[in-house]
């Protein structure tokens, strides 16, 4: 199976991106939190450390002096010994003492709510900072006087703080990461195992076996095993459409073949030339019945509802006429009367073209085998706004009324018939109105004389096919 068809992995990749966005999420707020865990942590011995610096401030002969022993700073360095540097201003920014030059803050300084400090980051020499500003006040006799504190403290102690708060968080992160996307394995697995069960029963099926699907599956199957179960109807019913087909074919041809034998053995045990002739006479007309039989059989299997075949837009006045034009031959020779009534522009239905020839060639062969010399046959065309009538009529004897009904099934002759014909040619006729979506009938011809069919098919416009007229 190609990864792209995979249901599962598709639903895997659509669950494992917003997965993945909020394990990020996650993380990224996991890392400022250790941090600023790790700085307020820090920030209060920062913040000690300046009050430490200040109480060691004295006021001696007019200005200001810091006596700050090593040990003292030992203690600020804390355990991990971290740098430490410090600095004394005055109130006008005036640099009084230190052991370095420290930046001071700049707008984005922070103060512990009721305090005087200011925590703040930089850097001393490319060495990232934390720093702590204090505000203090020396007092005097006669004044107090304002200074500002600044100690400063390298990051390593609080950064390695920050990272183990993180590691744990990135621990938690992806064992809750990993297990949710088994989580999402299995209940994959287990949500799509209906499709599996769907797929093993169309898989295990028997050719032949084309009853419906009865899986107890989830409604959201519901459509797709209504569709299958259709499409086996469909199966079903072609199939034995097909079968009823062959054995009523083996059956019809059965017969003349039959009758073919039996005459070609009595003939042969004839030993008189005459006999043969008359036997071969009827051997042939015979053959020449067999043959359009088997004709019929073939165009009724053509033109089933199942065999797929092309449409496109036909002039219905064209064929009517070529058809009209190609009987005409066999019309003068039985002293028939045979004519196109219409006019000549074009009339365009949707549809097969040899079978919508197939369809008039038939009306007109019944009409030709049916109608006695000096008869009327009148192919008529009238094109109507939305729809096409086609009618093929004559003033022959016609067919009984009681007939009518089951003239266009297959294998029916009239008792009046006594021509030769197979009864398949009204079906195709019927078979083929289907497949165009058109309606058919049959009715007295000519005058109330005879017989007629009238075929009424929808009207297609040539020019929304890109056609013109
Ligand atoms: N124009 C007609 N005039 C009189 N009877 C007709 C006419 N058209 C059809 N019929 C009757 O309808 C019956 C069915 O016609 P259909 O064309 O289906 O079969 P067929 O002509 O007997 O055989 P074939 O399959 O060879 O055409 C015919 O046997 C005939 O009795
Ligand atoms: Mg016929």
Known sequence: MRAETSLKRRLLIWLLLPLTGIVTLVLIQAYTSAVRTADRTHDTLLAASSLIIAERIQWQDGQLWLDLPESALKIISGPDQERVFYQITQSNGERLTGNATLPLPGDKALSEPGNNVFFYNGQLHGMPLRLALRHA??????????????????????????HTLFEGSLLRTVILA?????????????????????????????????????LNLPHELDELVNTLNSLLKDQATSLKRMQRFIADAAHQLRTPLAGLQARAELALRKTQPEDWYAALQILQHNAM?????????????????????PHTLCDLTQLARQSVMDDQDRALEQHIDLGFEGNRSACWVTGNEWQLEALLNNLLDNALNYCPPHSRINVSLSCEEDY????????????????????????YRAASADTQGCGLGLAIVATIAQSHGAEYQCRPGIDGQGFAVDITFQRSSPTSAGFQD
Request: charge should be positive; hydrophobic fraction near 40%; glycine fraction near 4%.
């Open 388 to 411: 096409i009538r086609l009618s093929v009529e004559d003033d022959g004897p016609g067919v009984p009324a009681e007939s009518y009904p089951h003239l266009f099934e297959r294998f």
């Open 178 to 214: 990993v297990l949710t996307l088994l989580g999402i394995r299995l209940a994959l697995g287990i949500a799509l195992r209906p499709l599996t069960r769907l797929r093993q029963a169309i898989r295990q099926r028997q050719p032949n076996d084309l009853s419906p699907l009865t």
């Open 289 to 309: 019945r067999t043959t359009r039989l088997s004709n019929q059989l073939l165009a009724l299997s053509r033109v089933a509802p199942d065999t797929a075949t």
């Open 137 to 162: 006040y020396i007092t005097t006799w006669d004044q107090s006087r304002p200074y500002d504190i600044i100690v400063a403290q390298t990051r390593h102690t609080r950064n390695q703080l920050a």
